[in-house]
């Protein structure tokens, strides 16, 4: 009786469930590891606004202080004035956050909230920020999910060893890494949409199997959840509505009208009070991010929308749209669509449209990521602004890499559709194909875990210790205009307002009739531009021309009310400008 017991359970380990459980602890044992070399070697602290942004927004929330933010945009000011009838732009006190999506942040308001305090001043070498790292562990945790799912997708699509590959080479995309120290919500949208798909596929499969009508029903409403949801972390991702409606209208055969319409209310339910809350602080559904088909057109080039105190939002017309949307689907279609994942297997799933699966439900669902593809294209090309110039790849607009996981469960498919066709002599040569397979395809990762390794500090233009200080001379209503408004906002805790597009007109405006500004913090952003040739072009009231102004002659402009300068910054390409000397106080100056 024992060694029968002892066979079962050795065949159990072999063959069934206890070798599906040894097959995941390898997996998570395996990610564990890249997630320890990676955040050893490649980990940087955070170089993108929108990370900074959102982390901010999540440390308000933790502290009780609901969805308002530090970091106040000048278009921000404008269109919440523009709203109200005693035409307050709400920065004297709190200023609400219409900028981000609500999600993201409610969920890294726990994360900050656990993460210690940390004094980088005092640190004698500073690396890593401890707030930085905590979001980004919190990431990889998501990605952990994500990599699970993918397992789970494959394993019910095509078999055990397709789904571990698949599992396998997404844990090893080095794409998916960078996202996960980013501090983006990208790896919570990929988590997101494998959910979203693994709806779909039991809606459609269930559609065809003759399921309850409570089944169907059910599926339906949780669809529209998690497309509301998406929609909810990232705005431009809401537009996922059109493809799984499409979906659902090719492929669903039973009460396909009723289904379609409860994915379509549960969508709209789910963004209706969002979008109320939005519709009564600025009159557009979602804020600033509503506008940014605007951003980076010849009207309004690089960040000039957002540093605009009143814009004259009349001067666009719809060739302009036109123009954006041609010149940048023509960018995406070439560049960003061949590379969406991060390794070639996109190649494999373009190979693997001519086939035919027999399972229906694998058929139909490639056609839903085609279809999704097809949708984001146009969308991504319209909502790129500053962000995508200033971090290509890893930033909030690259749309398409939500769906790579898809892409590479179908890609890693078609792979071993391909090995089946080619007699190997041996099963050692086909492990080797599989080895040679994940090798080549994680090859990106593998690289970047080899020395030589860079520096986590993002300086230029980001060093948090001299921000963090900064944030200690001002007081914790005091208001600072920066080219950095989110990292003296996440690193400093001061209210920071970003540069408007004049060092004269707009900042006297903000400054005499809305709050008084206590400080003026330029970086590198500002200081190395090609500010030379911009005043020899006639922006005379550029910050450009107010650095260049203030070099040349050593004082600040006549009538500008910060005079007193920290030197102790002018050696990094630094500007520090106060109202009075505050560094003085006995805190440490740099």
């Given at each position: 009786?024992?060694?029968l017991k002892?066979?079962e359970?050795?065949?159990?380990f072999?063959?069934?469930?206890?070798a599906?459980?040894?097959?995941?602890?390898f997996?998570?044992?395996a990610?564990a590891?890249?997630?320890?070399?990676?955040?050893?070697?490649c980990?940087?602290?955070?170089?993108t606004?929108?990370a900074m942004d959102?982390?901010?927004?999540?440390?308000?929330?933790?502290?009780g202080?609901?969805f308002?933010?530090?970091?106040?945009?000048p278009?921000?000011?404008f269109?919440?004035?523009?709203?109200?009838?005693?035409k307050?732009p709400?920065?004297?006190?709190?200023?609400?956050?219409?900028?981000?999506?609500?999600?993201?942040?409610?969920?890294l308001?726990?994360?900050?909230?656990?993460?210690?305090?940390?004094?980088m001043?005092?640190?004698?070498?500073?690396?890593?920020?401890w707030?930085?790292?905590?979001?980004?562990?919190?990431?990889q945790m998501?990605l952990l999910?994500?990599?699970?799912?993918?397992?789970?997708?494959?394993r019910?699509?095509f078999?055990?060893?397709v789904?571990?590959?698949?599992a396998?080479?997404?844990?090893?995309t080095?794409?998916?890494?960078?996202f996960?120290?980013s501090?983006?919500?990208?790896?919570?949208?990929?988590?997101?949409?494998?959910l979203?798909?693994?709806?779909?596929?039991?809606?459609?499969a269930?559609s065809?199997?003759q399921?309850s009508?409570?089944?169907?029903?059910?599926?339906?409403?949780?669809?529209?959840?998690?497309?509301?949801?998406?929609?909810?972390?990232r705005?431009?991702?809401?537009f996922?509505?059109v493809?799984?409606?499409?979906f659902?209208?090719?492929f669903i055969?039973?009460?396909?009208?009723?289904?379609?319409?409860?994915v379509i209310?549960?969508?709209?339910l789910?963004l209706?009070?969002?979008?109320?809350r939005?519709?009564?602080?600025?009159?557009?559904?979602?804020?600033?991010?509503?506008y940014?088909p605007v951003?980076?057109?010849?009207?309004?080039?690089g960040d000039?929308?957002?540093?605009?105190?009143?814009?004259?939002?009349a001067?666009?017309?719809m060739?302009?749209y036109t123009?954006?949307?041609?010149?940048?689907?023509?960018?995406?279609i070439t560049?960003?669509?061949?590379?969406m994942?991060?390794?070639?297997?996109?190649?494999?799933?373009l190979?693997?449209?001519?086939?035919?699966?027999?399972?229906?439900?694998l058929?139909?669902?490639?056609?839903f990521?085609?279809?999704a593809?097809?949708?984001?294209i146009p969308?991504?090309?319209?909502?790129?602004?500053?962000?995508?110039t200033?971090?290509?790849?890893?930033?909030?607009?690259?749309?398409?890499?939500v769906?790579?996981?898809?892409?590479?469960i179908?890609?890693?498919s078609?792979?071993?559709v391909?090995l089946d066709?080619?007699?190997l002599?041996?099963?050692a040569?086909?492990?080797?194909?599989?080895?040679?397979?994940?090798?080549?395809m994680s090859?990106?990762?593998?690289?970047?875990?080899?020395?030589p390794?860079?520096?986590p500090?993002?300086?230029p233009p980001y060093?948090?210790?001299?921000?963090?200080?900064?944030?200690r001379?001002?007081?914790p209503?005091?208001?600072?205009?920066?080219?950095?408004?989110?990292?003296?906002?996440?690193?400093?805790?001061?209210?920071?307002?970003?540069?408007?597009t004049?060092?004269?007109?707009?900042?006297?405006?903000?400054?005499?009739?809305?709050?008084?500004?206590?400080?003026?913090?330029?970086?590198?952003?500002?200081?190395?531009?090609?500010?030379?040739a911009?005043?020899?072009?006639?922006?005379?009231l550029?910050?450009?021309?107010f650095v260049?102004?203030?070099?040349t002659?050593?004082?600040?402009?006549?009538?500008f009310?910060?005079?007193?300068?920290?030197?102790?910054?002018?050696?990094?390409?630094?500007?520090?400008?106060?109202?009075?000397?505050?560094?003085?106080s006995?805190r440490?100056?740099?």
């Amino acid at each position: 009786m024992f060694m029968l017991k002892v066979q079962e359970l050795i065949h159990r380990f072999e063959v069934g469930s206890g070798a599906r459980a040894v097959r995941g602890l390898f997996l998570a044992c395996a990610f564990a590891t890249v997630a320890l070399l990676y955040d050893s070697f490649c980990f940087k602290n955070f170089s993108t606004e929108e990370a900074m942004d959102a982390a901010q927004l999540a440390r308000n929330i933790a502290d009780g202080e609901g969805f308002t933010t530090r970091l106040i945009r000048p278009f921000s000011m404008f269109l919440i004035s523009r709203q109200r009838a005693d035409k307050d732009p709400l920065i004297k006190k709190a200023h609400p956050d219409i900028m981000n999506a609500p999600v993201y942040p409610v969920l890294l308001a726990a994360v900050v909230k656990l993460t210690p305090a940390q004094d980088m001043v005092a640190e004698k070498s500073f690396s890593r920020a401890w707030g930085d790292l905590g979001i980004a562990i919190f990431n990889q945790m998501l990605l952990l999910i994500a990599l699970g799912l993918v397992y789970l997708l494959t394993r019910q699509w095509f078999d055990e060893w397709v789904a571990m590959i698949a599992a396998l080479l997404f844990g090893l995309t080095e794409l998916y890494w960078r996202f996960s120290v980013s501090g983006l919500s990208t790896n919570l949208l990929l988590v997101l949409v494998l959910l979203l798909a693994l709806c779909l596929a039991k809606l459609e499969a269930g559609s065809r199997a003759q399921a309850s009508r409570a089944r169907l029903v059910l599926l339906a409403l949780l669809t529209g959840m998690l497309l509301g949801v998406i929609g909810l972390t990232r705005y431009s991702c809401a537009f996922l509505i059109v493809p799984a409606v499409a979906f659902m209208a090719l492929f669903i055969t039973r009460a396909k009208g009723s289904l379609i319409a409860i994915v379509i209310t549960a969508f709209f339910l789910c963004l209706a009070p969002w979008v109320a809350r939005n519709m009564m602080v600025t009159g557009v559904p979602f804020g600033v991010a509503s506008y940014a088909p605007v951003e980076q057109t010849r009207i309004f080039p690089g960040d000039r929308l957002q540093r605009s105190l009143h814009p004259d939002l009349a001067l666009m017309q719809m060739g302009e749209y036109t123009r954006k949307l041609v010149t940048n689907t023509r960018e995406v279609i070439t560049n960003d669509l061949p590379r969406m994942g991060g390794n070639w297997l996109w190649a494999f799933f373009l190979a693997g449209l001519l086939l035919r699966f027999r399972n229906p439900t694998l058929s139909r669902m490639r056609w839903f990521v085609v279809i999704a593809i097809i949708t984001l294209i146009p969308v991504q090309a319209l909502v790129r602004t500053q962000s995508w110039t200033a971090s290509p790849d890893v930033n909030s607009e690259n749309l398409l890499v939500v769906l790579s996981p898809l892409v590479l469960i179908f890609g890693t498919s078609v792979f071993f559709v391909l090995l089946d066709s080619v007699e190997l002599p041996s099963n050692a040569m086909r492990y080797a194909a599989w080895t040679g397979f994940a090798a080549v395809m994680s090859l990106p990762l593998i690289l970047s875990l080899l020395p030589p390794h860079g520096s986590p500090v993002s300086f230029p233009p980001y060093y948090p210790p001299y921000i963090q200080q900064i944030g200690r001379w001002l007081g914790p209503r005091d208001l600072i205009m920066t080219d950095v408004p989110a990292a003296v906002a996440w690193y400093g805790r001061s209210q920071a307002l970003a540069i408007t597009t004049t060092w004269k007109d707009e900042f006297t405006e903000i400054h005499d009739y809305q709050k008084p500004i206590r400080a003026l913090y330029l970086t590198p952003v500002t200081t190395e531009r090609k500010f030379l040739a911009n005043w020899m072009a006639g922006e005379k009231l550029g910050w450009e021309a107010f650095v260049l102004d203030t070099l040349t002659k050593e004082e600040v402009p006549t009538g500008f009310p910060l005079k007193h300068a920290n030197s102790s910054f002018f050696r990094d390409g630094q500007v520090l400008l106060m109202d009075y000397p505050r560094w003085r106080s006995g805190r440490k100056d740099f």
